[in-house]
């Protein structure tokens, strides 16, 4: 499937708040075209950071819709990329969006009983697929991530539950032919981001691990810039 081009972006972004607000014509067309906008600006600000060759972050009808969600939301896309991700994410793993109850009980049960429990797991698994460097670390057997999140005793119980919520359902991770990988690398490097942030809260332990090798590695950029925003 190829990427979105923005015109078909701003006609997704159109007919949505065209179906939000079926009865006000200007209101639609005046929350669109502020969330295109600042997709506009969100792109912009990329590419002068990383280079004009950078792929686009919003370049699949998922990504659309989590920026509606966040934008139909908050109002407004959050200025740091850092709280950007943090509510996508979070809108990813909720499992409130389903009408049922029932439904809902079945997808909370299934990510370990709260959205902290599997946040923390995606997060634990995209430190490790990160650390298996550029050329092997953006996606992850079946065998190898049973053996990351097995070997942590807190998250050993709900694995059987994370697999079979992705191949069913999916969540920021996604399965083909038995291999897994986050929807988005950018997601991944949140994630990592986030897991730094955890586990390494004491600012000289941090800078301690990140001399000794992430910090002048292209492949761990956007994560340090990501743990950055997240810690401010």
């Avoid at 009408?99 to 997808?107: F, H, L, R, Y």
């Avoid at 299934?110 to 923390?120: Q, V």
């Avoid at 995606?122 to 065998?143: C, P, S, V, W």
């Amino acid at each position: 499937v190829l990427p979105l081009v923005q015109a078909q972006i701003e006609s997704l972004v159109e007919h949505a708040y065209d179906s939000i607000y079926p009865g006000s014509k200007p209101k639609a067309q005046a929350a669109a075209t502020e969330l295109i906008q600042q997709i506009r600006l969100l792109e912009t600000e990329r590419r002068q950071r990383q280079g004009e060759n950078i792929p686009p972050l919003v370049d699949t009808p998922l990504m659309v819709r989590l920026l509606l969600i966040v934008h139909f939301n908050d109002r407004k896309l959050p200025d740091q990329r850092a709280d950007l991700y943090q509510r996508a994410v979070d809108v990813m793993l909720k499992p409130d969006y389903h009408p049922e109850a029932k439904v809902m009980d079945e997808i909370e049960h299934r990510m370990g009983g709260s959205l902290e429990i599997n946040r923390e797991m995606l997060q634990h698994l995209a430190y490790h697929m990160h650390n298996r460097g550029e050329d092997t670390g953006r996606e992850i057997e079946e065998k190898y991530l049973r053996a990351v999140l097995e070997a942590e005793p807190t998250y050993a119980p709900f694995v059987d539950k994370l697999i079979k919520q992705t191949c069913e359902r999916g969540t920021l991770l996604e399965e083909r032919g038995g291999m897994y990988r986050f929807i988005h690398l950018s997601f991944q490097e949140f994630l990592v981001a986030r897991y730094l942030a955890q586990n390494y809260p004491d600012a000289n332990t941090l800078a301690t691990y990140l001399e000794a090798g992430p910090i002048s590695a292209s492949w761990w950029r956007e994560p340090i810039l990501l743990l950055v925003g997240f810690l401010d």
